[in-house]
Nanobody
Framework: QVHLEESGGGLVQPGESLRLSCAAS????????LAWYREAPGRKREMVAA????????FYADSVNSRFTISKNNDNSAVYLQMNSLRPADTDSYYC??????????WGQGTRVTVSP
């Protein structure tokens, strides 16, 4: 099993930045990919960014491309999401996710990001 715990959410003004962190523990050697998702009440959870185990493969949703950057530690013990030029539309709960080579999926509890004047 893998345990994920997010941190770094908070309240910021439009145009400001936040860095989300997700600490991974347990069978982290089995992780194949890590990702950040976000979800607002009444909306489907959507993938914001993803990164492969080797860090060579990265994905960004169109809505955050060029503003957000995903990165991780070499040993998969942590994954980060640097969020710049934040907009009110980025207000959501953000969730850390990992997929293992055994095709298992794990989620963190989420961290709240609010972007408001």
């Amino acid at each position: 099993q893998v345990h994920l715990e997010e941190s770094g959410g908070g309240l910021v003004q439009p145009g400001e930045s936040l860095r989300l962190s997700c600490a991974a523990s347990g069978e982290i050697k089995r992780i194949e990919a890590l990702a950040w998702y976000r979800e607002a009440p009444g909306r489907k959870r959507e993938m914001v960014a993803a990164i492969s185990d080797s860090s060579t493969g990265q994905f960004y949703a169109d809505s955050v491309n060029s503003r957000f950057t995903i990165s991780k530690n070499n040993d998969n013990s942590a994954v980060y999401l640097q969020m710049n030029s934040l907009r009110p539309a980025d207000t959501d709960s953000y969730y850390c996710h990992c997929a293992t080579r055994a095709h298992r999926n794990y989620w963190g509890q989420g961290t709240r990001v609010t972007v408001s004047p």
